[in-house]
């Protein structure tokens, strides 16, 4: 981060679940940037938010970060000059940074200890289907000479994507399907080979907080446009193609996270010849959209209706642990990438591989049971909040995993603070929004498994209660906020 400013909110995306923890806050705050610090996050010189704007943003009153400001100050981690402001001391040996980490809670929560939390910052399936474990138990490794290379994928594996695709009206072959260590790989392939520093690239507002972070860190310059119940705002992004011609364009269009929502045929139509038009790389995030609740077929993808880039996986139907994933586009596309993942890592492993091409074979029946027990999810989820949080609005989705919730007042990332006191972690809006907006919204995905789910409702209620009482007020944390 160099001498730049830091604001308010991106420091506190980076804290993370800093107060899921016994001790005064003023310690805990303290002691997680020290930890930033050292990590080089916080560099030599950068210009913390004053006291009382990031004590707005972390939902504590102002005394807690003035305290703990003093602690690093006394530490010698921070310089406090009256007129200059907070910022990082320049004496402090710091480790050389690295560039381009994740910034939002999503991945915050994933790397770092669950501690008792109950997290509803992730959208995906708690524990594998038993069609996993048979997958494993069937599958045997090729008897034939074989190295175990295959930088482009396992050549059964590329077959099976591709039927999947031709099934749904889109012939792919297997040559236009490249093999990755999940979707997550698959993107960042994409834009490292597609995008520059300074080059645009269109994004949905709010989007998939992974592709956000993929795209910040190749130094992208994004274009944010509007995404509501009905989809892209395709008409703006048709105008932002014409007008600013960005490289490429992220698009989830079918069962959206985290909205919900399906693009109507006819704009999608619009978005895949628009894109065409104007020399767009079309990229359409399939992850979720087989994930209709009530099991119909999923919507076509982009490239049923001319050039798109499809990105899929098994991590949202099957389990995220389960690391493949895919993409699909022309075959020189998928030949100049694949030799990019081999200066990666030579390929993705074989057994894995033999795994997913086994679930494909079982697709309908895997996808099936998912479905079903997102349909209750969904079902129990909206029940919930309305019975404990009914100023919220919570509309019903079609698919996916995700309800994008809005408060009836308040700002979400201050409240996503209070929260995590309270042993819940949430996905605040404007960590997905690369507009800035959203600041009244929450991602809840309707995932995990009922007793969590509805343990993780409760505890957010009370954290609202707690967020939303007059100042003044005690407010009393519940036992289920107390990590242990």
């Known amino acids: 981060m160099g001498t730049d400013k830091v604001d308010a909110r991106t ?38 938010p004053p006291d009382r704007v990031l004590a707005s943003a972390l939902a504590v009153g102002r005394t807690t970060v003035v305290a703990a400001y003093e602690e690093l100050r006394g530490e010698g981690r921070i310089e406090r000059r009256q007129g200059s402001g907070t910022r990082v001391a320049e004496a402090v040996p710091l480790p050389p940074a690295v560039g381009g980490g994740p910034e939002n809670p999503m991945f915050l929560h994933l790397i770092e200890p669950q501690d008792g939390t109950v997290v509803l910052s992730c959208a995906a399936p708690e524990e594998p289907p038993p069609e996993v474990a048979r997958a494993y138990g069937e599958v045997s490794l090729p008897s034939a000479v074989d190295l175990g290379y295959h930088p482009a994928g396992l050549a059964r594996l590329r077959e099976a994507v591709a039927a999947k695709y031709t099934a749904q009206g889109v012939p792919t072959a297997p040559e236009q399907v490249l093999v990755t260590t999940g979707a997550q790989q698959a993107l960042s392939l994409l834009v490292e080979h597609l995008v520059a520093p300074g080059d645009g690239a269109l994004v949905e507002a709010p989007t998939y907080a992974g592709a956000l972070d993929v795209l910040r860190a190749s130094g992208a310059a994004l274009m944010a446009v509007p995404t509501g119940s009905e989809g892209l705002d395709v008409a703006r992004a048709v105008r932002l193609m014409a007008e600013r011609r960005p490289v490429l364009a992220y698009t989830v269009p079918n069962h959206h996270n985290p909205t919900g929502s399906v693009l109507p045929p006819l704009a999608a139509r619009r978005l895949v010849r628009a894109a065409a038009q104007h020399g767009v790389v079309l990229v359409d995030d399939a992850v979720a959209a087989d994930l209709s609740l009530d099991g119909a077929p999923a919507p076509p993808p982009l490239a049923a209706y001319g050039e798109a880039v499809t990105v899929g996986s098994l991590s949202k139907v099957a389990w995220g642990g389960l690391r493949v994933g895919w993409l699909r586009a022309r075959e020189e596309l998928v030949a100049r990438l694949a030799r990019l993942k081999s200066m990666r890592d030579l390929g993705g492993e074989v057994g894995s591989q033999l795994v997913a091409a086994r679930l494909l074979e079982d697709y309908e029946q895997v996808r099936g049971r998912r479905t079903r027990a997102l349909r209750e999810g969904h079902d129990l989820l909206r029940a919930e909040l309305g019975r404990l949080l009914p100023e919220w609005e919570c509309p019903p989705v079609a698919g996916g995993q995700t309800v994008w919730v809005r408060l009836p007042r308040g700002d979400a990332a201050s409240f996503a603070q209070v929260a995590i006191r309270h042993g819940v972690a949430v996905l605040p809006g404007p960590a997905i929004d690369a507009s800035g907006g959203s ?37 009393a944390v519940s036992l289920g906020a107390v990590v242990v």
């Open 439 to 475: 600041r009244d919204r929450l991602r809840l995905p309707f995932s995990p498994a009922p007793d969590r789910l509805t343990e993780g409702l409760r505890r957010l209620a009370e954290a609202w209660n707690a967020y939303t009482a007059p100042k003044g007020t005690p407010r």
């Open 11 to 48: 420091l506190a995306s980076l804290l993370g679940r800093w107060s899921a923890g016994r001790g005064p806050l003023y310690l805990l705050l303290a002691g997680r940037m020290r930890r930033l610090i050292e990590e080089g996050t916080l560099r030599a010189g950068a210009v913390l």
